[in-house]
């Protein structure tokens, strides 16, 4: 009787120093509480019973987006960490790797997945996307073939849209972040 007791015990003490929750949200648990803040980026949680959805904004601090403030929605499905995170813009924007749908195209969210990328991983290629866009790779094959063919015509029409004006046709969003200073050089 004794030795039913001891197992019923030791049952019990694992069941409690168990981690509560679907691999899943262990994983993004693990992934979230290892993040480094870092000045040019906020997460926010809307639903904050919710660990699965949750938005990120990037402010770039250099390059063609420099000023911008650019929002994105993260979903994390049950799958995870074996599928990639579900990433999407929440601005139309001109960018030759972000379509106006907000689709992202960023290999770390495609066949270059891995479970052993994180969170972190995801983050820091978006960051790329903004300081080193690679029309090599579009969504946006206009946005694309005017960066390859006119670098400089590429950073005026990048200006205009993040300005919230209409080109081609397509209404951007203002996406200048109201904190930012106006920097002479890049023509804003």
Not at 98 to 122: A, F
Request: proline share 7%.
């Amino acid at each position: 009787m004794r030795r039913i007791w001891n197992q019923k015990k030791t049952d019990v003490e694992a069941q409690r120093l168990k981690p509560k929750g679907s691999p899943s949200r262990i994983r993004l648990q693990k992934d979230m509480s290892e993040l480094e803040p870092a000045s040019d980026t906020d997460i926010t949680f809307p639903d904050a019973s919710d660990p699965t959805r949750f938005n990120v904004v990037y402010r770039p601090a250099q390059g063609y987006y420099e000023g911008g403030e650019f929002r994105f929605t993260f979903e994390i499905t049950d799958s995870f960490p074996h599928d990639a995170p579900k990433v999407l813009c929440s601005q139309t924007i001109y960018h030759p790797n972000i379509d106006v749908e907000g689709h992202v195209c960023l290999n770390v969210l495609r066949e270059d997945w891995n479970p052993v990328l994180n969170i972190q991983s995801v983050i820091f290629g978006l960051k790329m996307l903004f300081l080193e866009p690679n029309p090599e790779d579009p969504l946006n094959k206009e946005a694309a073939l005017l960066m390859i063919e006119n670098k400089t015509r590429f950073a005026h029409v990048v200006r205009e849209s993040m300005r919230g004006e209409r080109i081609g046709g397509v209404s951007y969003q203002n996406v200048m972040d109201p904190k930012w200073k106006v920097n002479k050089h890049l023509g804003a």
